[in-house]
Structures are given as structure tokens and as C-alpha cells.
């Protein structure tokens, strides 16, 4: 075909000097024409024939194939190889240009194929993410660790195809720079390793529900990278993590609380100390009308009159007799609403416990788990509660402990 053009030019009458010029322009013109057409037929022609198959199928992968880009990285490859065949058979094989031209055609050639590796890769990973077996294996890393060496790999060959030199060649030359890249790539092993162990041993999975305190993250994980774990916090930012610092370090997981079917409050309601007193009977009459303690204060008031009946205790000695506490008929009130709670998980722990009294008050600790798992739900119901409480504690004559308030000044000025 070379010759053809030289003589084709040479009968338009080009000198014999610029023969060799003249031959190779229109050579590479030729070519440049070619792989042109050949790029406009695949990009225009073919993919749009293909994007419309596509879009007709009823499968869902080869919806995934498209969207990662697999078949644009094909069609890029047809030029290249066009390019690649034709070369040598339009070009002098003795011109310098032609050597120039086929290094760049195989290193964009290589690269491109590893291009086409890398979106398969990122299919099968799609893939994957929609199956719910594969959620705790490594796959993202194993992915991300075959891209670094197939992109290793045809970093090595563009080197051998500059250097005209066989691969085997730069290979027997990385033993003595195993230091240097484990040094290098250092990250990237302790990544590896650490994302095994946490696939192995089930401590993290998409979707999970994370707090790492030390790195600001409280959220949902996106993502467990090779090097870096993505979490979403709740603010909506993105704070990447070191995998291996998940291994290395501590984190708290919330996944096992959303397979319980529960979810725990624990929350403290500090009664003024000074507030707390016995009841007299008629506190105990006036008490009956509440429903939920109606049983409990019936029980307790046969328990203490035979009680008392028992030792010999009149009704006038206050000081041996054994008498109903405000504190504790409160308890019982709480023990008793959160019972009947529709919103309490009645097989999870469900208790009210004194704390020991401190310099604000004595603690009353609520501790129960609701059966709504959803935050923002989970956060109505203990403030639905709460405010219930907060709102039943005079009717047992007793106080919350707060700080006094400038009304609280202002009001005992007034009164003076």
C-alpha cells in the first residue's frame, strides 16, 4: 500500500526529493481519515444501536453494564487497534515516526483495556451491592486492590513497549525495590488487611450505624474502601475514616440494637429531696382515683395494716409504723404507665431505679426500650413520656430539682 501511494504521488509529479514527506503525510492523513470513520461508526452507530437494545431489554445488568460506561470504553479501543494495523502498512518502516506512532497506539491501547477492566469491575460491584448475601465480604476492597494491579500492570507494559524491553525484564528488577514499596503502599496493606478482618469477623457492612468519636463520624456507612470508610453522619457530611483505624481503635456499632426490635431510653428525673414525705390517708384516698396505682395502693395499704397489726402498732405511733412514701408510690406510677405503654417494648428490660442522691436531688433512672427503632419516632415517644411525667409529678407532692431562675428571685422578693 506504501508503494501504491508513492507512485500515485509520484505520477502528480512530487520530486523524487520530497517523495518520502509527501508519502508520509498522506499516510498519516489516510490514517488519521480511517480511524476517524471508524471512531464516528462506533460512537454514533453502533452504541446508539446498542443503547437502544439496551433500553428494550428487560434484564436489569445490562442496564448496570451502561451506566458504567463498558461499552464507550469498547468502542474507544476499535480506533486505537485500527490505528495499530494500519501504521505499518501506510508508514516507512525505517521512519522514526512510525516507531513514535506505535509506542503511543500499544500505551493507549494498554491503558484503554484497563480502562474496559475497571468498568466491569465497578458492574460486578453494582452487582453485588444489590445482593444481600454478599453484604460482609470484602468485595469493595478486592475490587479496588485488582484495579491497582491491572493499572500496575499496564503501567509496566507502556514502560516495557518505551523501552522495547520484554515485562519479564522490569519485573526481575522489583525485587530490589520490595522495600520501597512496601513503604510506598504501607495504606494500602494495612487497608487490606484490616477490611478482611472486619469482613470476616461481621463488625461492619453498609448501611451500618456507626459512631467513631475520635473522627467526628456518627452515621450511616456508605462505603469500606481499601484505605478509607465512608460515613454519612446525620448532619448529611461525609467523614472518611482509615479502615484500619476501625481495627486499631474502638467504634460503636448500632446494627444489633436494630435487630433486637428495641431501642433503649435512659433517661433520669431528679426529685427535690426536700419534697419527699409519708402519706397520710387521706393522701392515699385522694391517690385512689388514679387507675394505674389503684391496685398497687390497695395492696399496699392491707401489707402495712397487717403490718402493723402484727408488732402491735396503733395508728398514732408515727415513728414505728410503716408508712407509704411519695417517692415510692411515684416509682410504682411510672412502673405501672410504662407497663401499659403501647410504644414500650414489654419483652425488653423495663425498670425505674433510685440513683444514689446527690447535691441536685435524688435520680429517679427510667430505663425501658421503645419498639420504634426510627429516630425521629424513638424521639417523640420518650418526650411524649417524659412530658407526661414531668407534668404527674405534683399530683404526688413532690418537686423536680431545678436552679433557681431569675423568677425564682423575683418571686421570693415579692412574697417578702
Not at 53 to 68: A, C, G, M, P, T
Not at 146 to 167: Q, R, T
Not at 289 to 306: G, P
Request: glycine share 4%; with cysteine; proline share 3%.
Amino acid at each position: 500500500m506504501l508503494t501504491l501511494i508513492s507512485s500515485w504521488l509520484a505520477n502528480y509529479g512530487i520530486a523524487e526529493e520530497n517523495l518520502a514527506l509527501a508519502s508520509l503525510i498522506t499516510g498519516i492523513t489516510i490514517i488519521l481519515i480511517i480511524c476517524a470513520t471508524a471512531y464516528y461508526f462506533t460512537k454514533h452507530k453502533l452504541l446508539t444501536l446498542i443503547n437502544k437494545l439496551v433500553i428494550r431489554s428487560q434484564n436489569q445488568w445490562d442496564d448496570i453494564i451502561l451506566e458504567h460506561h463498558v461499552f464507550q470504553r469498547i468502542a474507544l479501543i476499535i480506533p486505537l487497534i485500527t490505528l495499530w494495523f494500519l501504521a505499518p502498512k501506510l508508514i516507512a518502516s525505517d521512519n522514526i515516526v512510525l516507531d513514535v506512532l506505535l509506542v503511543l497506539t500499544k500505551i493507549a491501547t494498554t491503558f484503554q483495556v484497563a480502562r474496559i477492566i475497571d468498568a466491569i469491575l465497578n458492574v460486578v460491584k453494582s452487582v453485588s451491592q444489590q445482593s444481600a448475601s454478599k453484604r460482609y465480604l470484602p468485595l469493595n476492597a478486592t475490587i479496588q486492590v485488582i484495579k491497582l494491579i491491572v493499572y500496575l500492570v499496564a503501567s509496566i507494559l507502556s514502560i516495557s513497549f518505551v523501552l522495547n524491553k520484554s515485562p519479564i525484564y522490569l519485573l526481575s528488577g522489583l525485587g530490589a525495590l520490595t522495600a520501597v514499596l512496601l513503604l510506598v503502599f504501607q495504606d494500602t496493606i494495612k487497608g487490606l488487611v484490616a477490611s478482611i478482618q472486619i469482613s470476616a469477623n461481621k463488625m461492619l457492612a453498609p448501611g451500618d450505624w456507626i459512631e467513631i468519636p475520635q473522627y467526628g463520624a456518627d452515621g450511616d456507612v456508605l462505603e469500606i474502601g481499601l484505605n478509607t470508610v465512608k460515613v454519612q453522619n446525620f448532619d448529611r457530611t461525609v467523614t472518611t475514616v482509615p479502615t484500619y483505624a476501625l481495627i486499631s481503635g474502638s467504634f460503636k456499632n448500632w446494627r444489633d440494637m436494630f435487630a433486637s426490635g428495641g431501642r433503649r431510653i435512659k433517661r433520669t428525673i431528679t426529685i427535690d429531696i426536700s419534697s419527699i414525705h409519708f402519706y397520710q390517708a387521706d393522701d392515699i384516698e385522694r391517690l385512689m382515683n388514679i387507675r394505674l396505682i389503684r391496685e398497687y395502693l390497695t395492696n399496699k395499704k392491707q401489707e402495712i395494716t397487717k403490718h402493723n397489726q402484727e408488732y402491735c402498732i396503733t395508728d398514732t405511733d408515727l415513728v414505728n409504723q410503716r408508712q407509704l412514701t411519695n417517692i415510692g408510690t411515684f416509682r410504682a406510677y411510672i412502673e405501672a404507665y410504662l407497663r401499659q405503654h403501647k410504644k414500650v417494648h414489654q419483652q425488653m428490660t423495663c425498670m425505674v431505679r433510685q440513683l444514689p442522691a446527690t447535691a441536685t436531688g435524688l435520680p429517679l433512672e427510667l430505663y425501658f426500650f421503645s419498639n420504634d427503632q426510627n429516630w425521629v419516632s424513638y424521639e417523640g415517644i420518650q418526650a411524649d413520656i417524659f412530658d407526661h411525667l414531668y407534668a404527674m409529678v405534683p399530683l404526688f407532692d413532690l418537686r423536680v430539682f431545678q436552679h433557681p431562675s431569675g423568677a425564682d428571685w423575683r418571686k421570693a422578693n415579692a412574697d417578702e
